[in-house]
């Protein structure tokens, strides 16, 4: 396996000075699983590349390992050839000044940005190119990804997991750097070492700039750390800097305000009711749940035969941990545990595993998201995954003033990003159609007041 690095600073040789790293030489470096190499393919004053080289002995991972798991337990293996945690460990070991940020030559432009290019010829991402896309894109990358096929001479086999992917931005080395020993691994999905407590501060001192803000945060702690709950947890309270006790109860804790207000109309309880009758009388036999939260319209769904196929996603592993629990995943029956899964996952970024549903779900979804971001949205549900069925309600912000302990102009809920009127939420739902081909029905949920309406509004979308 292999990574490029490039630069356009001006001299650009000072590349060589930041990773302490002669360009003139080829220096090879001995490795617990391998031997690392580094050399320069060019090295002018206009342009430097550096390369890093893992050469991975596969016979000594699957002898050298008693508990060997995924690609570690077959002699025939993609580990010599895919970006992974292989290449995170060997550009620490190798690369640590540079990764440190450290230069007594060359201070100066250490801490700057400068312009940087990332090669990187195979990056194995199970979870398909818009994930790679929505893990790099964020950081200010632009990235050009280009899918490899199973097989040159079987075009007609598809594409492979696996990607040949380009990076460039103006950026700190170190920040660089940083990201990518957090982000290959994640990506690739699989770790050769045992994952524990001092993994979680690597991930921390690595990621503290960059990742407590990340749209893709909990996927990419959640990957990094093999998804084990207990680390995640941990590492998301030293990220931001808060107890573990805390971000147990942060999901209550921000819907506490919005669930009593609403309680005294049994507002949630109708909203799932409307929702479920949609569905049943639609016939759908697969739903997605686009930020499901908790999971409990998925757990109304789960009692019914009709759904055979149910998913939902949401950003928040905190969240799904509790769906998990409330759904008692790991007690169903292994029929009806076969019917549903959850999965964690940005409502902005195309996904290849939302599409081939019957039916889509984003009940009090949108109003958590920017509207800048919202065309986002729009496109993943109706451009990409393109259910036939799509379910959207929303809060009535007119009917807000019907709620006594609500201030006057205040949200439901402190983490709405807006509250739409009956006919900004119809003119957002009509535009959609015009775009994407589907036509809506909007239906009332909960008492309409003769003047304000409903206090949620519902688009029934369909194709």
Known sequence: MQLQISTTHQPATDLGYLLSKNPDKHQTFDLAFGTAHVFYPEATAERCSVVLMVDVDPVGLVRGRGEADGPLTQYVNDRPYAASSFLAVA???????????????????????????VDIPVLRCRAGEARLRACFEPLGYRVEVTPLPLDEQFPDWGSSPYFSVKLAGTLRLSTLLS????????????????????????????????????????WIMSNYL?????????????????????????????????????????????????????????????????????????????????????????VSCVSLERAADRLNLDRLPPLKRARIDLQQGSLTYRD??????????????????????????????????????????????????????????????????????????????????????????????????????????????RR
């Not at 770790?191 to 407590?212: F, M, N, R, T």
């Not at 749940?289 to 908790?294: K, M, P, Q, S």
């Not at 589907?438 to 239906?443: D, G, I, K």
Request: net charge negative; aromatic share 8%; charged share 30%.
């Open 226 to 314: 093999k998804r084990r709950r207990s680390l995640v947890r941990e590492a998301l309270g030293k990220l931001l800097a808060e107890p573990e006790e805390e971000l147990e109860t942060e999901a209550e804790a921000k819907d506490a305000g919005e669930q009593s207000l609403e309680r005294s109309i049994s507002l949630n309880e109708q909203r799932m009711a409307a929702v479920e009758a949609v569905l049943l009388r639609s016939g759908v036999g697969s739903v997605l749940d686009l930020g499901c939260g908790e999971g409990r319209l998925l757990g109304h769904l789960l009692e019914h035969r009709q759904f055979q196929r149910l998913l939902g996603v949401d």
């Open 91 to 117: 550009l620490a070991k190798v690369f640590s000044s540079g990764l440190s940020g450290n230069s007594k030559s060359r201070a100066d432009v250490a801490a700057s940005a400068i312009p940087l290019e």
């Open 352 to 461: 290849a595993r939302l599409a081939g549903f019957d039916a889509a779900c984003a009940i009090e979804v949108i109003e958590h998201i920017d509207e800048s971001r919202l065309a986002a949205f729009e496109r993943t549900v109706f451009e990409f995954a393109q259910p036939g069925l799509v379910v959207i309600t929303t809060p009535n912000v007119e009917y807000n003033a019907r709620f006594e302990r609500l201030e006057n102009g205040a949200f439901r809920h402190r983490d709405h990003r807006f509250e739409w009127t009956r006919a900004q939420f119809q003119d957002w739902a009509r535009g959609m159609c015009e775009r994407y081909g589907y036509e809506v029905e909007f239906l009332p949920i909960g008492p309409v007041d003769p003047e304000l309406g409903p206090p949620t509004q519902m688009g029934v979308f």
């Open 179 to 218: 990201q990518l020993y957090v982000l290959l691994p994640a990506l690739d999905g699989d770790k050769h070492y045992y994952i524990g407590s001092d993994e979680v501060q690597k991930l921390v001192d690595k990621g503290a700039d960059w990742l407590p803000g990340h749209p893709e945060r909990d």
